[in-house]
């Protein structure tokens, strides 16, 4: 949809930021009183204060860019703070001008950067970056442009003729126009008059028309319909939720951060919808954080349908956007046309104002954590957020965090339970199948000989095929066999930039690196010891759908994982056509295990629960527990009963027995007693430090040097291990070390790692990395 510019738009092409001239000069005069402190862009971590010219006055806010002088160069800067004090007075500068007057920071989204800074160790310059979109930070303004062409006034039939003769295309151009309202653009004109362009002058010259340029938006949405909703009927248990929600968005006083704990199908969703109609209703803008994975179209739609009267002030940002379309969506929140803001992770920075309420969907997901600097975590850093703009921050998920969990436990966070469904119907039915028994048995059919398929999941799916009912197979871990080993000598083929085993992917037949995604041709003898017999083992999804396939010839089968999907429709068209029922039957990884919600699946089954449970994490058996009871929620969500089938070696673990009975209070109260007996989080806080480099002893050297300087004044509350090799020691040919520390208290611990690192100098080689609050320790 066209959108007009401001009014002093300058013609595109030079247009700085926000179509204002590039550069306000500023006049200098000596007698300043204002004082700005400023980040310096491009620079590492300078803060510098300026004087701000009578005539930048009214035009410096704090957020906005400036350019400053600095050693006879003009550098672009944010203001962070205006002061009236600096204890460089008398020998400060003069801010030059104005880059940009609307601030591309908010006061609120300063603050926070300042926060994140502090907390996880980084500079508040390499905050800004991360806060703004790739293609904003580069490129900002760079809009589609198009003309907007307005008829003043219809032609007669006879001026008509008279042009029609004398200038034809002239004449077929009013007629579009007048065809379509006395409106359109130029580029509408053109599928029709491709010279259009050349023709308008004369127009506009003799009074017909009027020409404006306005921005044409990607649009992600563009082509979407969305059918309006209405709001339900509050259960008895969401009401009770929604009224506490309304009363924190109504009250004048700050709230605590709100943790709804809801089963799956509970109504969580529609419990938003509510509170964020509220919002609006106050005049307020709401943000809604979702994981990556769950940001399905089906996501956006719950939403946009529910607003449909405004859905083109509803903007996405998330992973999938091109560049343009996140620039677009950017500025549209930017510029105050939207009111919600649905996103990934990094949604968390959207420059929203009068926000009243940031809400977070699955708070207990990992993926809310950035894995590269800053590494910051988006469900605290909201509700740091949500502090600072004195707005509800409200955590959902079936499996809070422990975390979480502990704060609502402990009275810093809110706790509201919603532990039944909708729709009044019973969870599945969750059936634990002992692998061990099983392999033993030996039925003689190889899928279940195999360990892929129990013979009880086998019946299961049988009975649903019969039934015309659908089934889920879960798996996480994609490829073929997933390691290939010699029979003589016992090595595993592994990778040999990464220590993790190669998996076999037979589409391709090409032995793959899951951890750099390194390619080779399965060797025909042992690469260690130079014997022949080789053997693959351990399963993954493409080997399953093999299975399957195999076992059940006439089911209509689909496999969703990152081998089978890569076009950006792909996903969403294969999920109609199982939702259609064109399909019976689905095989996916973690891609399938969020939020979906298909009415005719009734049989779910997890073909290996012992993946995460074996992973050396503390976190090892809340992953667990999180995954089970969330493939479990896609089962029986419609009129007829599900039942989901767990095959594990490990029966008897509290993950799989706990979610078993869905019991997630049982499990949290049992894992968290261990943890404080442990001293793990929440109890403590954990810091990871970390080093890698090409050469494994000066890796591990600058990890050492770190943990002996780190030694010395270390508070005797800090628990700090050995510097040791990671779980995977080594990846993309560099090898890896890590050291642990926990603490009660992580700020002067920060403070403390901060001045080791800052007069400790390593090795060049070798990369030192940290991680304030991990969710991993791998
Ligand atoms: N008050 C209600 N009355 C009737 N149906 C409802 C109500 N609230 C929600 N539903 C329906 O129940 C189903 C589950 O709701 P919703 O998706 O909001 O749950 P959820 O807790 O977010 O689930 P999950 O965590 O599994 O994604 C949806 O189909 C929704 O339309
Ligand atoms: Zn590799």
């Not at 279940?448 to 013979?455: H, M, P, Q, T, Y």
Request: positive net charge; hydrophobic residues 40%; glycine residues 6%.
């Amino acid at each position: 949809m066209p959108i007009p510019q401001p009014t002093n738009a300058p013609a595109p092409g030079q247009s700085d930021l926000f179509g204002l001239p590039a550069v306000v000069p500023a006049t200098p005069q000596p007698d300043t009183t204002r004082i700005a402190r400023v980040q310096l862009e491009g620079a590492a971590a300078m803060e510098l204060d300026y004087t701000i010219p009578a005539s930048l006055a009214e035009g410096v806010v704090v957020g906005s860019r400036v350019m400053v002088p600095l050693q006879n160069r003009q550098m672009v800067a944010v203001v962070l703070e205006l002061l009236n004090e600096s204890s460089h007075r008398g020998r400060l500068k003069e801010i030059s001008s104005i880059v940009a007057r609307r601030p591309m920071f908010t006061p609120a989204l300063l603050r926070l950067a300042r926060w994140i800074a502090d907390y996880y160790l980084v500079s508040v310059h390499t905050v800004l970056r991360t806060m703004l979109p790739q293609a904003v930070r580069d490129k900002p303004g760079s809009f589609v442009m198009d003309s907007h062409l307005k008829l003043l006034r219809d032609p007669s039939p006879a001026e008509l003729e008279k042009l029609m003769n004398k200038a034809p295309m002239q004449a077929r151009v009013l007629e579009i126009l007048r065809s379509c309202q006395g409106e359109a653009t130029l580029s509408q004109i053109r599928r029709d008059v491709p010279r259009a362009a050349t023709i308008l002058k004369p127009l506009i010259k003799a009074g017909w028309i009027t020409r404006s340029e306005v921005r044409v938006e990607r649009d992600p949405f563009q082509e979407e319909v969305f059918l309006p909703s209405q709001p339900l009927t509050l259960t008895a248990e969401q009401q009770v939720a929604y009224d506490r929600i309304s009363a924190a968005i109504d009250s004048a006083q700050p709230s605590k951060p709100i943790l709804l704990h809801g089963i799956t199908g509970s109504g969580k969703t529609e419990v938003y919808l509510q509170a964020i109609a509220r919002v609006l209703e106050r005049g307020g803008t709401a943000l809604v954080l979702v994981p990556e994975i769950a940001l399905t179209p089906q996501t956006i739609e719950r939403f946009k349908a529910r607003f449909s009267d405004r859905s083109d002030r509803i903007a996405v940002l998330h992973s999938h956007l091109s560049d343009g379309e996140r620039h677009d969506e950017w500025f549209k929140i930017h510029e105050d046309r939207a009111d919600i803001v649905i996103g990934a992770r990094s949604a968390i920075f959207a420059p929203l104002e009068r926000l009243g309420i940031i809400i977070v969907d699955e708070e207990h997901e990992p993926s809310f954590k950035q894995d590269e600097t800053p590494r910051y975590h988006a469900r605290d850093v909201a509700v740091v957020r949500g502090g600072i703009e004195k707005c509800v921050v409200l955590l959902g998920s079936a499996t809070p965090s422990l975390e979480s969990f502990e704060n609502a436990g402990s009275g810093k966070y809110e706790l509201l339970e919603m532990l039944q469904r909708t729709d009044g119907r019973t969870l599945p039915l969750i059936r634990i199948v002992d692998m061990r028994m099983e392999r033993r048995k030996g039925t003689g059919v190889s899928i279940v000989n195999a360990g892929i398929l129990s013979e009880k999941l086998r019946a299961a799916i049988t009975a649903r095929l019969e039934k015309r009912e659908q089934t889920i197979l879960f798996l996480n871990r994609r490829g073929f066999n997933t390691s290939l080993s010699c029979i003589t000598c016992g090595e595993t083929v592994q990778c040999q930039d990464c220590s993790i085993p190669m998996t076999l992917h037979k589409h391709e037949n090409r032995l793959v690196c899951h951890v750099c995604g390194s390619r080779r041709l399965p060797p025909s003898k042992c690469p260690s010891c130079q014997e022949p017999g080789l053997k693959f083992s351990g399963f993954g999804t493409e080997r399953v759908e093999t299975a399957v396939r195999e076992v059940f010839p006439q089911a209509r089968i689909a496999r969703v994982d990152t081998d089978t999907i890569q076009r950006k429709n792909q996903l969403r068209d294969l999920l109609r056509d199982f939702r259609a029922q064109k399909l019976d039957l689905l095989i996916g990884t973690q891609m399938i295990a969020k939020g979906l919600d298909f009415p005719n699946v009734t049989l779910v089954g997890v073909l290996n629960a012992d993946l995460a449970l074996n992973l050396p994490d503390f976190r090892a058996a809340e992953r667990t527990l999180q995954l089970l009871v969330q493939v479990a929620g896609r089962a029986g969500r419609g009129e007829v009963k599900g039942e989901v089938v767990v095959q594990t070696y490990a029966p008897h673990s509290p993950a799989v027995q706990f979610s078993r009975h869905n019991d997630f209070a049982g499990f949290a109260q049992q894992e968290l007693e261990q943890r404080r007996a442990f001293h793990y989080p929440p109890y403590t806080h954990v810091v990871i430090l970390a080093s890698r480099g090409k050469h494994q002893a000066m890796a591990e050297f600058a990890l050492k040097t770190l943990h002996r300087r780190l030694l010395e004044g270390l508070s005797e509350e800090v628990l700090m291990g050995d510097p040791a090799p990671c779980a995977m020691a080594k990846a993309h040919g560099q090898y890896r070390f890590q050291l642990l520390l926990r603490t009660p208290k992580i700020r002067p611990l920060c403070r403390h790692i901060q001045q080791v690192l800052q007069s400790t100098s390593l090795p060049a080689d070798v990369i030192v990395t940290w991680d304030v609050d991990p969710v991993s320790l791998l």
